[in-house]
């Protein structure tokens, strides 16, 4: 990109986005429709978050020797549909409904069930995955089949905490969710743990747009989010952002495998 008259610097898309106006950005991001789980609106603004380890390659070294899955809260289906080929039994659960024709959309073609409950059975499935969804320790030990394994990367209770202290918003979850907590509850279960990785990663949002984006596309992180209810603190971070380039918040992640004896 050519630099920009008088500066001698190249310009970024840092420039472009907080050359526009708060009212402009916002605007936009509170208007803009959302799809499943679709973040590409927030590419070149929002950067980090990511953990160390790979779910998606973790998940598809398990797949290689699974004849039967299940994916909890699938959301649009993106991931598992990234995941493809999948094994023939393979059921995806969704129960948020603006989610779930989007992930029948995604999902069918490549031969997935899609469901909107828990199945009822019992030693079901070879591999469980679980990736930012629930984690119901004990239908999870009742529908893997003896020597079946579970695989969830989930999104601990201090997640972007830093976001909603900073909006003066309640945190995200009243209990606390971490390795811990969730290792015991699928030990109680019955099921033996394999692998536990716990991480909290800086995520950088580079506007306030993409700070509205955020909290429209994951509505629980702030509960009844709404714009002239945080207008003030909202005003503050976008003047934030123009002064460092950046509001910094921190990801909690943890990773999870385990296995039904």
């Not at 310009?11 to 208007?31: I, N, Q, S």
């Not at 993409?210 to 209810?229: E, T």
Request: overall charge negative; proline content about 7%.
């Amino acid at each position: 990109m050519p630099p920009r008259a008088g500066t001698g610097r190249a310009v970024t898309v840092d420039d472009m986005h907080t050359a526009r106006g708060y009212d402009e950005l916002v605007g936009e991001a509170a208007t803009v429709p959302i799809v499943g789980w679709e973040f590409a609106w927030l590419d070149g603004r929002v950067d980090g978050g990511d953990p160390s380890w790979s779910y998606p390659g973790l998940a598809r070294a398990l797949l290689r020797h699974a004849h039967t899955v299940l994916d909890l809260d699938t959301g649009g289906g993106e991931l598992l549909a990234e995941l493809a080929p999948l094994p023939a039994g393979t059921v995806a659960v969704e129960t948020w409904t603006p989610n779930i024709p989007v992930a029948r959309d995604r999902l069918v073609p490549y031969g997935v069930e899609v469901r909107t409950e828990m199945p009822a059975g019992e030693d079901e499935f070879d591999l469980v995955l679980s990736r930012h969804g629930r984690l119901p320790a004990d239908d999870i030990a009742r529908l893997l089949a003896p020597g079946g394994t579970l695989l969830t990367q989930q999104v601990g209770s201090d997640d972007l905490a830093d976001l909603n202290e900073t909006l003066g918003a309640p945190p995200l979850h009243l209990r606390r969710w971490n390795a811990g907590v969730a290792v015991q509850s699928l030990e109680e279960a019955g099921l033996e743990i394999a692998d536990v990785q716990e991480e909290r990663i800086p995520v950088r949002f580079r506007d306030v747009g993409a700070i509205v984006y955020q909290l429209r596309a994951v509505p629980w992180q702030v509960r009844n989010f709404d714009l002239h209810r945080y207008e003030r603190r909202l005003r503050r971070l976008d003047a934030e952002i123009r002064a460092v380039g950046h509001f910094t918040a921190y990801a909690h992640r943890f990773l999870i495998e385990a296995r039904h004896a």
